[in-house]
C-alpha cells in the first residue's frame, strides 16, 4: 500500500482525524519511559542529546533512568547534519517514527494508513504553528500532547510562526545532489562524508529552510533556547516531525523538478557510513527489533511506498517568500533548463577574504572583503561571457560564492541576513536585490566545542552570489580592492554569547 | 552499482594521489638507508661494524640497521652518550623516516590550506606549512632519540628497554592527554590569504599542527627506535597504527582504551564482503 503523507493545514479543521489521532500517539508514546526504545523521549534521543539541557527544559527528571549504555551507542546522538547523510538518514529516521506513532493509533483503534502531515510553511496563509500545536488544551482533555511550553517563536515572544522574508527555496535551484568542502556549492543535499553527527558545511537544503526554520520557531526566552532550537532537543517536539516530513517532500519535488536533479548512485551513498566502517543507520521498530538501513535503501521514496498529497514539480519556478523583484530573475528558469551534473574540470578558487574574524555584536554589522586583483579580473572577465553561455553545453559555468566560515559561538539562536556590496553608510533593507542569504548556524554551541567530533571548528556556510557580483560588475562596484558585507542579525545575538565569522571569503568556480 | 566519483572525492583524490605516491617512495628510501651501510664501503661503516660487533651478544641486530639507533654507536650500554655516527645515521634516515610515516596523515590540513589560500600563493603557503612541520617534527625527532639513547643506557639490556618504552606507550595511548593531542590534531584552522599575515599563519599552523601531531604519536614512535634488528618492522607496524587511528573522529577525553576501530571495521568488510 501506498501512505499519504497529507498538508496539516488543510486536513478540514483544527482537530482533524490526522491531526487528533498524531496527538493520541505521541500522547501514548509519551507515557513509555525514557529507557524503552519506542518511547518518545528515546526517539528524541535518536536525534541527539544534552543531559544539562534536557534537565533544563524539565524533559530529564531525577527519577528517569537513562538507557542502557549499549542501547544508546546503537540508537542515540545519531542525527546526521552537514553531510549527504542529511535527508537519507532523516528520511529513515522519520520512517521508523511513523511506524512507531501509527503502531500505537492502531493499537488505539485508529486508522491503519495513519501516515505523518507536513508543515508548508511556504504555502501562502499557512506559515503559522498549526493551530493543534498552538494550545495547551486538547478535545481528549487534559494537556495537549502537541503543546511545547519551550517553543518561543522569531520574537521570543511565544508567537510561533515561520517569517517568510527570513526563509527561501533557492535550493531547489541547485543542479547537484553532492557538492563540494573547498568553497563552491555543497550542492542539494550536501558533501559527500561519513557519520557526520555535527557537520561542518550544510548543504544547500539543510541550511535553507531547514535550519532556519528551526532557530526560528525554537527561538529563545533569554534564559534557555527552545526546544526546536537545539539539535540535542529538537525531536522532543512534535512538530519537529511535521517540519522534516516537509524537508523530505522538498527533497522528492527537487527530485521531480527535471531529469537531471538525480540522487547519488554511487556505492559510497548506497552504503553510507557503515560501509566504511563508521556507525550504522538504526531506528527502534515497534515490535522491538531494531531497523539498520543505509541512504541507498531510502532514496526512493515511491519504492517505499509513500508519497505526499502535494508534489509540485516545480516548486522553483514560484517560491513564495522571496520578494518580488528577485523572484523574476530569468536567470533561475534558464539555470534549470540547462540544469545538468558539474562538471568535472571544474575549478574553485579563493577571490578574496576579509582581514579577521568578524564578530557578531550589535544590529548591524560592517565588514570587508579584500579581493585579489588578479583573481577579481578572472572572475569579471569569465562571468558575462559563461552567463550568455548557459544552453552551452559542457562548460562548467563560472560562479562566485560567499563562505562566512567557521562561524562559532555559545548561542543556539543566532541567524542572520547576510549582504554584498551595500556601501557602509546605506541601509541593507534598501537594497533586497543584495541579500546574499539568510543563515542559521543550527547547532552552532556544540559545533563550537573543541572536544567534539568537529573539532570546534564551528559552521561554514556558502551562499551564491553569482548575480549580485554580475550585477556589482555591471555597476563598476565589483571592480574595488575591497567589498562591503554587511550582516544584519535576525533577532538580537547576546554580546556574552560570543558569535563570530572566522572568515568571510569569495570563491570563484569554474575552468 | 555505477560508482563514478562525487565531486568532493575528485578533489581530495588531486591531492591526495601525490602524497601517497610521496610516501611510497620515502618507504622505499627509508628501506635502501637501511641497506645502504651494510653493503657499501660507506665512511661510518668500519666504526658501526665494529660497536655492532661488541653489541652482538644481546642485540644481535644487523649491522646496517643499528646504525640509525640511538646508542648504536656509543659501544657500551653505561655510555649514554650519542656518537657523531649514529647521530649521522639518525639525521640521514629521519627525513624519509617522517615522510614515510606521517605524511598521509597530513592530507587534510594540506587539502584545507591549498583549498582557503590565494591561487598565486598556494605554492609558498604550502612549502611554509611543510617546513615549519618538519622542523618542529625533526626538534621532537632530536629528542624522542637522545630520549631513546637515554633509556638504552638506563634499562641495560635491549629487552628491558624495549619492555618499558612499550609500557610506556600503552600508558600514553590510554591517557586522556594523548585523546586531547588527537582531538587538536583535526583541528584545520582559518588562515590568512595575503602578505606577511599568510606567512605567519602558515608556519603558525604548521608548527601548531607538528605539535599536536608529535603529542599523538611520540610514545608510538619511540618504540621503533629501540629496535635493532626489527627497527623497519616495528616501525611499519606502528606506522599502520597511527595511520589506522587517524580514521576516528575526536572524542571526550577520557581515561580509555583506544583502538582504530574504524579503520578495523573497513578492513574487515574488505577482508569479508557482502
Ligand atoms: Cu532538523
Known sequence: MTYTRPNVWELGGEWAEPILWYARGVAAMRERPLSEPTSWRFYAGIHGFDRQLWRQLGYLGASDRLPSDALRRRFWAQCQHGSWNFLPWHRGYLLAFEQVVRAEIVRLGGPADWALPYWDYFKPGQNALPPAFARPDWPDGGTNPLFVPARYGPAGDGKVFVPLNNVNLRAMNERAFTGVSNGASPGFG?????????????????????????????????????????????????????????????????????????????????????????????????????????????????????????????????????????????????????????????????????????PIQGSDIRSHVRLDAGMRRKVTARLAPALRAVGSPAAAPEQVFLNLENIRGQSDRAAFDVYVGVPDDQDPAAFPDRLAGSIAPFGLRKASAPDQEHAGQGLTFVLEITQIVDQLHLDSSFDVDTLPVRIVPIGPVAPEADVSVGRISIFRSGR | MRSQPTPEARHRRRLRTPVLVVTALAWAATLAVHLLPATSGHHLHGARQLHTMQHTNDMPGMPGMSGMLPGAGTGSPSNGSLSTGSLQMFLLGWPFMLTAMMAPLLVPVLRHVHARSLPSRRRRTLTLLVAAYVAVWTAGGLVLFGLAAAVRAGAGSGAVAIGSAIAAAALWQLSPLKQRCLNRHHVQPLIAAFGRPADRDALRFGGTHALWCLGSCWALMMVPLLFDRWHLAAMAVVTLYLWAESFDPPAPPAWCPRLPVTAVRVVSTVVKPG
Open chain 1, 190 to 358: 550536501g558533501v559527500d562524508t561519513g557519520f557526520s553527527h555535527s557537520g561542518r558545511i550544510p548543504g544547500a537544503l539543510e541550511s535553507q529552510p531547514h535550519n532556519m526554520v528551526h532557530v526560528l520557531v525554537g527561538g529563545d526566552n533569554g534564559v534557555l533556547p527552545g526546544v526546536m532550537t537545539v539539535p540535542d532537543t529538537a525531536g522532543l517536539d512534535p512538530v519537529f516531525w511535521l517540519h522534516h516530513a516537509n524537508i523530505d517532500r522538498l527533497w522528492e519535488s527537487w527530485n521531480r523538478a527535471t531529469p537531471s536533479h538525480r540522487n547519488p548512485t554511487g556505492a559510497r551513498w548506497a552504503a553510507g557510513p557503515a560501509g566504511r566502517g563508521q556507525r550504522a543507520f538504526a531506528m527502534p521498530k515497534p515490535d522491538g527489533s531494531t531497523w539498520t538501513f543505509t541512504p541507498g535503501e531510502v532514496t526512493d521514496l515511491v519504492t517505499l511506498g509513500y508519497t505526499y498529497t502535494d508534489l509540485p514539480s516545480a516548486i522553483a519556478a514560484a517560491p513564495p517568500a522571496e520578494p518580488r523583484e528577485r523572484l523574476a530573475r530569468p536567470e533561475i528558469a534558464a539555470r534549470l533548463e540547462g540544469a545538468r551534473p558539474v562538471p568535472e574540470d571544474t575549478h574553485v578558487e579563493l577571490v578574496g577574504t576579509s582581514p579577521g574574524p568578524v
